[in-house]
């Protein structure tokens, strides 16, 4: 019999599973609390557990771990960088943060991607699985033991598409910020999705106070799907009618992420498309210049983004230039695990 993975099972779920071997119903709340409170990395920690019972969880059940396959650190600033191993042989990439309020962690949904967004390392590759709710959960946990930290704010912006993984994230979502467990509020999470609008809609109806982020990377249908095939799907005009959908029904604004590619999308008329694309929705826009990816031929200065940011303000937009942190070690979006593949072979 396949062992399950117990942490990514909900309260619930352990104490159907408690029952069934024999044991009290309060046991499910001293496992769940051992596992996601204090965090615990075998069942022999649990000391409130009788032994045999520790035993019987052994048998049925895995509690798996991440190792640190690469770390890099910046020497400009706090961020760190972590490639994990999982228990498969895949890695994902994870990147801790400092931010005003804490430590912000980035993490990763899928082992590679189905998206084929021309300028992210992280399709090239391709797609080869969905992340288990415990493994994106341990990208937090692992992290956390490692640097010392407590994370206090998480965003789904690592490899993979959030919403292609959509029941996974859903319940990794509701393990965060469980009353009886984690209880991460999920206004300190950001999830950033390519667009795939019914998943858009369905999150809006959760009303879960999560604040979407959207790759945008460009303001017209031919450009848009020229780079992110995405939009042959789910074209600007359906994303947007989505993205209007999410603010109405949550209150919660949407921001945008745009990559800048000097040449491709930062023209006035872009700016001005942009403009277009975005009125009425107070929305804000983030800038980024494009990470250069070995096999792509984009590229950006922090110039041409910050020239960008002005030509969206003088058309009435809201943009900002991210902060780009640990841009000493900013191997792009996937770019690690690429290598990590590449060197294997
Ligand atoms: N699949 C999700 C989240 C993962 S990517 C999404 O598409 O939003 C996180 C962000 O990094 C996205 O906005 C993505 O478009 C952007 N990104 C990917 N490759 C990049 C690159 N080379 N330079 C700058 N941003 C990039």
């Known amino acids: ?39 615990v990395t075998d069942f022999s920690e649990m000391l409130d557990l009788p032994a045999v019972f520790r035993e019987q969880l052994r048998v049925e059940f895995c509690l798996k771990r991440l190792f640190i396959a690469r ?10 960088k972590y490639l ?10 994870t990147v801790l943060m400092s931010y005003q309020h804490g430590w912000r962690l980035c993490i990763s949904t899928q082992v590679g991607c189905k998206m084929g967004c021309q300028f992210c390392a992280s399709t090239i590759a391709g797609y080869v699985r969905n992340l288990t709710p415990a ?25 993979g598409e959030p919403l292609d993984n959509y029941d996974n994230v ?14 991460m509020s999920l206004r300190h999470v950001t999830l950033s999705t390519c667009g795939i609008v019914p998943r858009i809609r369905e999150l809006a109806d959760r009303k879960s106070g999560l604040t979407l982020a959207v790759s945008l990377h460009n303001p017209s249908d031919a450009g848009r799907s020229a780079v992110m095939p995405i939009n042959r799907r789910y074209p600007l005009a359906e994303l ?44 804000h826009v983030n800038l980024i210049p494009v990470n250069s990816v070995r096999e792509r031929s984009y590229h950006a200065t922090r110039a041409a983004a910050q020239e960008f940011m002005h030509r969206l303000e ?22 690690l695990r690429h290598e990590a593949n590449g060197a294997q072979t």
């Not at 994990?84 to 990439?93: K, N």
């Not at 859903?170 to 209880?183: A, E, P, T, V, Y």
């Not at 949550?250 to 403009?275: C, F, H, I, P, W």
């Not at 937009?317 to 191997?331: N, P, Q, Y």
């Open 71 to 80: 770390r890099l650190e910046s020497c400009m600033d706090n961020t760190v």
């Open 170 to 183: 859903i319940r990794f979502l509701d393990l965060l910020s469980d009353s009886k467990g984690r209880q």
């Open 84 to 93: 994990y191993g999982l228990s498969d042989g895949q890695y994902v990439e």
């Open 135 to 159: 493994e994106m959960l341990l990208q937090i946990d692992e992290t956390e033991r490692d640097a010392g930290v407590k994370i206090s704010g998480i965003v789904l912006m690592g490899i």
């Open 1 to 39: 019999m396949e062992q399950r993975d117990i942490l990514s099972l909900n309260l619930e779920e352990l104490t159907q599973a408690v029952v069934a071997m024999g044991q009290p119903r309060y046991r499910a709340t001293q496992l769940y609390q051992w596992l996601h409170v204090k965090k």
């Open 314 to 335: 003088r058309c009435g937009v809201h943009a900002t230039v991210r902060r780009t942190l640990g841009s000493d070690i900013e191997a792009a979006c996937g770019q």
């Open 240 to 283: 947007m009618e989505a993205c209007r959908y999410y603010f109405s029904v949550t209150g919660r604004r949407v921001t945008y992420e745009y990559a800048v590619m000097q040449g491709e999308n930062d023209s006035e008329a872009d700016a001005k498309a942009l403009a277009a694309l975005l009125r009425g929705q107070q929305a």
